[in-house]
């Protein structure tokens, strides 16, 4: 069974920036996609960012130009690189792989940006 983990959370100030990373454990040698989203008490789950197999990329308008994704293969790991915070972000960030017959999802980790 696949499993995530998040790390890389934390609180910092308007302008700074945070690294997650997510390892995935289990059988994930195969996958169509995996990405970051986000949720805030009170709203609904939302894309951040997305990387499929190949290395194609897909942001949210409202990271773009802020936050990069990545993947490095051999290592199982996704990561976020997120500049630029605003407190519009704070958020738990979920990591989510899509493999060909299963969705999987982390625990989460929170991010908080003051103003």
């Known amino acids: 069974q696949v499993q995530l983990v998040e790390s890389g959370g934390g609180l910092v100030q308007a302008g700074g920036s945070l690294r997650l990373s997510c390892a995935a454990s289990g059988s994930i040698f195969s996958f169509n996609a995996m990405g970051w989203y986000r949720q805030a008490p009170g709203k609904q789950r939302e894309l951040v960012a997305t990387?499929?197999?190949?290395?194609?990329?897909n942001y949210a308008d409202s990271v773009k130009g802020r936050f990069t994704i990545s993947r490095v293969n051999a290592k199982n790991m996704v990561y976020l690189q997120m500049n630029s915070l605003k407190p519009e972000d704070t958020d738990v960030y979920y990591c989510n792989a899509v493999l060909s017959t299963s969705i999987h999802w982390g625990q989460g980790t929170q991010v908080t940006v003051s103003s």
């Open positions: 990387i499929t197999s190949g290395g194609r990329t």
